[in-house]
């Protein structure tokens, strides 16, 4: 009887550890995987105008405008995504949907002295976006060079 419980529990404990690590390996393969330490992200790397631009056409990158939506209804760049800052936590499920985690994605707010773009790619890049960054400027440049943007609703 003793050696049968052992056995039982023995394979148990083999059934988990293999089932644990199946599971990390599909959630590190996925491009949807899910952050397994919840840790404080740093800020998404600066970028100008220019390297913003050619990750739009060259890797299909996502704006993301971290204003108020007032301000992105007023004009943002051409197939942004709103996330406002203060608002953040509720869009968390439509990104997640919305947005793979491995697509490149490009945070602004409206430059100088705006801290929100920053502040937002760290959040995304706290939960799981592999690839965020920040637009040096914001909207302002992106509006002034004379690259697409839109204005009302949209995205």
Not at 12 to 38: E, Q, T
Not at 43 to 71: H, K
Not at 82 to 90: I, K, N, T, Y
């Amino acid at each position: 009887m003793r050696g049968r419980l052992a056995w039982t529990l023995a394979s148990a404990a083999a059934i988990f550890v293999i089932a644990a690590a199946l599971g990390l390996l599909a959630n590190a393969m996925s491009g949807a995987g899910v952050p397994l330490i919840a840790t404080s992200a740093p800020p998404g790397r600066a970028i100008e105008l220019t390297e913003a631009r050619g990750l739009l056409e060259s890797d299909g990158a996502r704006f993301i405008d971290a204003r108020p939506f007032g301000d992105f209804l007023a004009g943002h760049i051409a197939g942004a995504v709103s996330v406002p800052l203060a608002e953040r936590a509720g869009d968390l499920g439509r990104l997640r949907r919305e947005l793979p985690r491995t697509q490149p994605l490009v945070v602004y707010c409206d430059g100088g002295e705006c801290g929100s773009a920053s502040e937002l790619s760290a959040w995304l890049a706290g939960n799981g976006w592999r690839d965020v960054r920040v637009l040096v400027d914001g909207y302002p440049v992106w509006a002034a060079a004379g690259f697409p943007i839109a204005r009302g609703e949209g995205l």
